[in-house]
């Protein structure tokens, strides 16, 4: 087995060797610079050296260059504890993945307080000045490795999630007008819910539904969609129907001017496209894209936005066939001068795939984080890292960490 991480394209990973010592034995990697000459292919000798002292090992792998150890399967162990201890400065250190700790697991509604409390913090708080979060597809979970250091020591935002914070704040605060805010995919509980907020904020200026979305909009304004698409809503949401229901009903009877609903669709016949006219439904076929007409009626509020927010693919765009809507506002979102902010799982992957992620202003790497976050939902990192703040702005001030 070897360690190679995406990101780290000039390092080369040494084998794994199996080491033992008087606490049983550990998994370990060193992770070394590819072209730096001097550093022996096989760890061996680097890695016993770990056995006779962690201090010792500390130094040596800062000699040699030597920038990433991984250890594997406890990483509380008092040898790998101990390494942490005697860590060399400009030194990084991978410890086992910990999503399967029972404390993980069993305290994801635990209090801040209670949190900190658990053996992940507990042990490894001591050993650390400063512990950074860039977890932010994670921001909206609560568990003590997100959460639980905030009472026990500095907490900062790393720069992804920093710039997840800073982007996402223009899209439900202030962002430039006429704002646009295009909502769809499948999850419509967590769509109408960032339209409910943006109107309620008062910040939105028009509000085109796509996709699933689009199809429960119309379903709400009283046109029928055919008794499949209906049931197709139905179980995508589960036990989250009615409510969900029963907010598309109240949006559209409370605040139908500020959605723009599809005026045609298209539809999958035996394996082909066919195009649909809103008003000729309903229709005993899937509905798997949004016609031309609608992106017609979508394409001037693109072009004359000051903000623009993409959550959720306009069309089952996986299917060749149906893929064109979901293209096109993309190709909409790059042609704007707007500030455009994509969000969402399936959206940011396209954005990504087609490589256009220089061409938007933020791609959000958030699903869950970046929906709840658009809906003024609770975000417990973001508020771990608020309260942090607060409790340790003194030390962050000595270590030169700003605000």
């Not at 610079?33 to 061996?44: A, L, Y």
């Not at 979060?133 to 490795?145: C, G, V």
């Not at 949004?290 to 996986?318: K, M, R």
Request: net charge negative; proline share 6%; glycine share 8%.
């Amino acid at each position: 087995m070897e360690i190679i991480l995406p990101f780290l394209a000039k390092l080369t990973a040494c084998s794994i060797k199996k080491l033992k010592g008087k606490e049983a034995y550990s998994w370990c990697t060193a992770i070394k610079p590819g072209m730096v000459p001097g550093i022996p292919t096989d760890p061996t000798p680097i890695l016993n050296a770990c056995l006779v002292s962690p201090k010792s090992a500390s130094i040596v792998l800062k000699s040699l260059k030597i920038i990433f150890f991984v250890l594997k399967p406890s990483i509380f162990r008092l040898f790998v504890l101990s390494l942490i201890r005697f860590f060399c400065s400009g030194l990084l250190l991978f410890l086992d993945n910990i999503r399967m700790h029972e404390d993980e697991n069993s305290m994801k509604k635990a209090s801040p307080e209670k949190t900190a409390t658990s053996e992940i913090v507990q042990k490894l708080a001591p050993l650390i000045d400063v512990y950074v979060t860039d977890a932010f597809a994670a921001a909206h979970r609560n568990s003590p490795s997100l959460t639980g250091f905030s009472e026990v020591v500095p907490c900062i935002a790393g720069r992804l999630m920093a710039k997840e914070i800073d982007n996402l704040q223009i899209a439900v605060n202030d962002p430039p007008r006429p704002y646009i805010a295009i909502l769809g995919g499948t999850k419509c509980d967590d769509s109408l819910r960032v339209a409910k907020n943006l109107i309620d904020k008062e910040i939105i200026d028009s509000i085109p539904v796509v996709g699933v979305v689009g199809n429960m909009m119309l379903w709400a304004s009283g046109v029928d969609i055919g008794e499949g698409n209906k049931s197709f809503i139905r179980n995508t949401l589960g036990d989250a129907f009615e409510e969900t229901w029963e907010m598309a009903v109240y949006l559209h009877d409370n605040h139908s001017e500020y959605f723009l609903l599809p005026a045609d669709v298209a539809v999958e016949l035996n394996g082909d496209r066919v195009a649909m006219m809103v008003d000729d439904l309903p229709t005993g076929n899937p509905i798997y894209d949004i016609g031309i007409q609608t992106l017609q009626e979508i394409s001037p509020l693109l072009i004359n936005a000051g903000c623009i927010l993409w959550n959720g693919p306009a069309s089952y765009f996986e299917l060749p066939g149906f893929a064109f809507g979901t293209i096109e506002i993309l190709n909409m979102c790059i042609e704007s001068s707007a500030v455009t902010i994509v969000g969402g799982g399936h959206t940011s992957s396209l954005v990504s795939n087609r490589g256009a992620v220089d061409q938007v202003t933020h791609n959000s790497t958030g699903g869950g984080a970046c929906l709840t976050m658009l809906s003024g939902g609770f975000m417990p990192v973001i508020d771990s890292l608020n309260r942090s703040n607060t409790k340790f702005r003194p030390i962050l001030d000595a270590l030169g960490i700003k605000k």
